[in-house]
């Protein structure tokens, strides 16, 4: 402990500076405290199914424990969270239907004073739970159809082209976001690893041609919102790199999403518990690291 003539000689201007360094949060945290982190998302962010539900918007189907709320948690922020299962782009500026009546667009909870935004948006556009679905071959190949051969007859990428069109739709989301709150740090989050190459047939039954193909195309989709975010001057958080190896082939404790029938409480093709802890570490950690928005004036 300092004596009292050891604190003279240190000077109050320096224990000054000393416990305002020492009570002062790290430089990304304290960009977006004292405002609004508001999330907005389809059922990727949302976490449909696991534990405990959000019960502000049941039809939403929205965990109390998604990535968005683990990392406003983790650095103190306050979170308006507004991510619903089965969104759309176009529920940004709409009404969304749910089983439970309709919500208000999620650009509703955008204000002004919001300095932190996330958007994960797009997988339902492009449709990649159906394509999933319709990739299931309980028998091997070639006992059956493959949705690869299928989508890509005839020249022509089907879901290849369907992302690709996406384009316009995300740089309307992230200008929208900039108009409704101009001061904001805005995080476009990509989607994760959701199978391995070759996937793990009969684990879970795709073949190994069209599990190659569904990861693709998340991975065009990725492709899409990274170079949108690079387009309208926010950051890309890729949750590709960190999610592979605990794709749904992983095991249950290791895995980040679950397989058509989950061993871990979450809705099928969709994030776990264990999956939102780690994307959260993700997007914490790019919150801190992503450059301050300079006010608007």
């Not at 959701?194 to 998340?218: E, F, S």
Request: glycine share 10%; charged share 15%.
């Amino acid at each position: 402990m300092m004596t009292t003539r050891g604190a003279r000689r240190f000077g109050i201007p320096a224990l000054v500076l000393l416990l305002t360094a020492l009570i002062s949060p790290p430089t990304g945290a304290a960009t977006v405290a004292a405002g609004r982190y508001v999330a907005l998302g389809d059922s990727a962010a949302a976490g449909p199914l696991i534990p405990l539900p959000d019960l502000s918007s049941p039809g939403c189907l929205r965990s109390t424990a998604n990535y968005p709320k683990l990392a406003a948690r983790t650095l103190g922020l306050a979170i308006t969270d507004v991510s619903c299962s089965g969104a759309v782009t176009a529920d940004m500026t709409g009404s969304q239907s749910t089983p439970f009546g309709s919500v208000p667009p999620q650009f509703n909870a955008l204000r002004p004073d919001t300095t932190l935004v996330s958007v994960q948006i797009g997988g339902n556009d492009a449709g990649l739970v159906g394509l999933a679905l319709s990739c299931v071959n309980l028998l091997p190949d070639p006992f059956g159809t493959s949705c690869k051969a299928k989508n890509t007859a005839g020249g022509h990428d089907v879901y290849g082209e369907r992302i690709a069109a996406l384009a316009p739709r995300f740089d309307s989301v992230l200008a929208g976001i900039r108009q409704r709150s101009p001061n904001a740090q805005v995080l476009v989050v990509g989607y994760t690893t959701y199978l391995k190459p070759r996937g793990c047939y009969p684990t879970v039954p795709l073949w190994a041609r069209d599990a190659d193909y569904i990861q693709a195309k998340i991975d065009q989709l990725n492709g899409e919102l990274a170079a949108a975010a690079s387009r309208a001057g926010v950051s890309y958080v890729d949750i590709r790199t960190p999610g592979i190896g605990k794709d749904v082939c992983a095991s249950p404790l290791t895995r980040w999403v679950e397989p058509l029938v989950p061993a871990n409480i979450a809705a099928p093709l969709h994030p776990n518990a264990t999956g939102m802890v780690g994307m959260a570490r993700v997007l914490s950690a790019a919150i801190q690291q992503a450059p301050a928005r300079t006010p608007a004036r």
